[in-house]
Structures are given as C-alpha cells and as structure tokens.
C-alpha cells in the first residue's frame, strides 16, 4: 500500500485547521448550515464522527482520524455547537455545558470555546467550573468585553469576603480595560461594583469622579454615586440623585431599591437624632436630681448646725 506524501499530511493538517477555523467563526456568528431548531429532531451532520451525547468528550476524534477527514471533523465540531445551542435553548445548562467542554477539549485554542463554556456554566450555577472556563478564556488572548465583565461578576458572586489574590484578578481585569478608550466606561463600571461589594468610599469616590467626567447622564453614574452618597451617610445628597436618576429615565425595581434605601437611612438617621435627644433629656434630668440633691444636703447641713448651735447654748 502506498504512503500518503509529506505534502499529503500538510494539505490535511491545514484541511483540519480550517475545518477548526470555520468551527470557531461558528461560534461567534451561529451555525453556517441551516438546521432544524427542534433538539429532538437535529440531525447530524458528520456521520463519520457521530457524538455520545452522555459523554461528548468522548467522541472527539483522534488526530490522526480528524487530519484524515478534516471536512467531517469540521462537521463534528459544527454539531457540538448545534447541540450545545438547542440545549441552551431549552434550559438544559448543564448538557449544553458538556457540549461546549468536548468543544474546548477538541479545539483548545478557540478563545470561544471557553466563552461559550464558561457562559453555560455560570447558567447552570456552576461557578467554580465558570471561573476556570473564564479565566481560560481570558488568558488565551482576543477575549471580549463581555467575557471580561462575566470573570468579574463571577468573582464578586463569591459569598462572604474576597481573599486578596481575587481582588487582584479584579483589579488586573480593571486596568487592562482602561488601557483602551472604548472600554474606559467598562473598567469604571467594574471598580465601582468592586467598591460596592468591598463597601470601600476611596474606590467608589475613585470610579465615581471618572464617571462623572465621562458620562455623566448615565444612569450607571448616577446609581454608582447614590451608592457612594449612602456609604457616606449622606441622604439629601442621595435623594437629589434620585431624582437625576429618574430625570434620565431610570425606573422599576432599581429605582425603587434606591428609594427605600434611602428611607432607610433618613429613617436611621432620624432614629439617631431622637435617641440623641431622649439621651440628652436623659442626662439633664440626672443632672437635674443632682443639683436638687445638693442643694437638699446643703439644707440638711444648715439645719443640723443651727440645731447644735441651739442645743450647745442651753
């Protein structure tokens, strides 16, 4: 039997690459070969690699199988995303998260991959898996807005206190997008969400002033620097926002979060002044009793001494 020519391996190495190529442009503009949206009804396209669907990472081919027919190779990857996009549809987060691992396992340089997994994962309440998908992803290079944004919302989803290396992923993340003026908003929004979950004034006094430079009107603006008015306790500078924020067409539920924190804190501050108030009314009420008992033992004392001076005359 003949050998294939070394010429021969180059044509299906590059095949199998743009078979990866065209999977990974897939996976950012949708599927390029119309396919029927009902998950029961899909219909694969690669015959030669048909996928376990219990265990898709199990069906990945070989290299040497896929470099031999790069086209159905391409194929098994397109059907990876088909599957994966009509579980996400239907709600079933965790095997669209399978999909998209067999994916990321097939073609481990395709930035989306790890996009796509790390978004599945976060939708099927999996965030430790989420965060070793995004930060895959961020590392790889060419990684979106969104999947930055994604990392951080990830890390501050951590219940109770950041330890110090995540605020430094936190920050890294900041400062890589505000090298870029199209991001610049992005990475102020990220650190005054870091200021808010780590309930720290300088961060938010920080993002706030660049906000305010920048985009001023944004409703997000308003909302972080309310934020920072009731950090600091200041309600009439809080309800002022209030009505910016509104003035610019914030409303629902956000609004009407802000609105009752707000009472809450004029309710909390008023609740201070009364108990200043009934402590002062207190403390001159015992003050008071003090002066009456003085000046009580003063006449006490008088009058013990005029009755030793009378009874030391007789």
Sequence with gaps: MMRDSPRSDVKRGRAAARACGLAALMLCGGAVIARTTDAAGLTPLASAFPIDHANPEASIPSVTARNAKPLEFGYFLQDLVTFAEAAGRAGDHVSEARYYRAFTAAVPDAVAGFSRLCQSLESARQRDDALVACRKALGLGGATLEDHVRFVHLVLAKPGPLGPGEQDDVNAVIAHLRQSPDTRV????????????????????????????IAPA??????????????????????????????????????ARMERATDALEGAWRHRLVDGRALLATALIALLFVCLGAVYARRRRSAAAKLAVELGSR
């Design 186 to 213: 992005a990475a102020s929004h990220l650190q005054c969400e870091l200021g808010v979950h780590l309930e720290s004034i300088p961060l938010l006094a920080e993002c706030t002033a660049t906000l305010a430079a």
């Design 218 to 255: 944004d409703p997000k603006t308003l909302t972080f620097e309310w934020a920072l008015a009731v950090r600091q306790g200041d309600s009439a500078r809080a309800r002022a926002l209030i009505g910016r924020a509104r003035a610019v067409g914030l409303k629902g539920e956000s609004l």
